[in-house]
């Protein structure tokens, strides 16, 4: 009681300055939730209870479908599928780039601004692209393909049952990795260097400089990156869409596709909410290592 006494007369009002700071942000934080929010709380409610239905009732037969609804489970595990590849090459990728431009070379501004390229440019974009490349009679993939004497025939790369979900994925990879690679790059710079001519005075490797300099200080933005990139990943949408729709069948199928599909195709917009929502629990479990990180950093 006397501690909860003492904090309640420790209380100060803010001062001017705070408020002022406080007034900056509000219009920012009140967007988010106009914008965030609002959809958010509304396709909670819309889940349980229809909002634009005269009859209002409570029920969890939204939540029971989907339980069991082989597409949704097709969906979900489509999209772990996509998710853990694009990730951890992400991460290779990122990591290889990331260390290369981090050695001392010349013109290294110019290969950090081609490496980076690729995140520039839309995700929509990014998909109209490469299914242009994917084309099997005019893309540039096959005629390499065929050029080099691996196959005399045309490749259905996004038709194919086998090769669609890897064709999308190495795209993704293109595409996806300078995000990675900038956390990474960010994490190396920080790292003296005197710890590596310390290391290669006492006769170490380059491998285990690797191994026990570089990846112990930077597992922290490692943490960092994949956490970040997984949920972006999660999330992917437009160059999914521009590629395949999914298909062929459902072999490309991914949560937000889906979810896509049964709000703006089929018109199912209760389901379409529970499976949102599904998807959002998902992501929050995902977070949940890189917001407690954050939480004790602070």
């Known amino acids: 009681m006397k501690r909860l006494q003492s904090r309640l007369f420790a209380f100060k009002a803010p001062s001017r300055q705070e408020l002022e700071g406080y007034a900056f942000i509000l219009p920012c934080l009140l967007m988010l939730l106009l914008i965030l929010g609002l959809p958010m709380i509304i396709a909670v409610l819309n889940s349980f209870t229809p909002l634009w239905s005269e009859v209002k009732t409570f029920t969890l037969e939204n939540y029971v479908k989907l339980a069991r609804d082989d597409l949704f489970w097709n969906a979900l595990l489509i999209t772990f599928r996509f998710v853990g590849s694009t990730v951890l090459l992400h991460l290779v990728v990122g990591l290889a780039v990331a260390l290369a431009l981090n050695a001392q070379i010349k013109a290294n501004r110019v290969f950090r601004i081609i490496a980076i390229l690729p995140w520039t440019v839309p995700d929509v974009i990014s998909g109209l692209i490469w299914r242009f490349m994917y084309n099997p009679t005019s893309g540039i993939i096959n005629d390499l393909v065929r050029s080099s004497g691996v196959t005399k025939t045309y490749i259905e790369w996004l038709a194919h049952p086998k090769l669609a979900l890897p064709s999308v994925i190495f795209a993704d990879v293109w595409r996806g990795y300078p995000f990675v690679m900038i956390i990474l790059l960010a994490g190396l710079q ?3 260097r005197e710890l590596y001519e310390a290391a290669r005075v006492d006769g170490a490797t380059a491998f285990q400089e690797f191994r026990h300099i570089t990846i112990p200080l930077l597992k922290r933005m490692i943490i960092i990156a ?5 949920i972006w990943q999660f999330r992917r949408f437009g160059l999914i869409y521009n590629m395949t729709l999914g298909g062929p069948g459902h072999i490309t199928e991914i949560l937000s596709l889906y979810v896509y599909k049964q709000y703006f195709k089929y018109f199912n917009f209760e389901y379409a909410s529970a499976v949102a929502v599904v998807m959002a629990v998902i992501m929050l479990i995902i977070s949940f290592p890189y ?5 004790r950093r602070v």
């Open 190 to 192: 920080a790292i003296p």
């Open 226 to 230: 994949v956490a970040l990139d997984t």
């Open 291 to 295: 917001v407690r990180m954050m939480v």
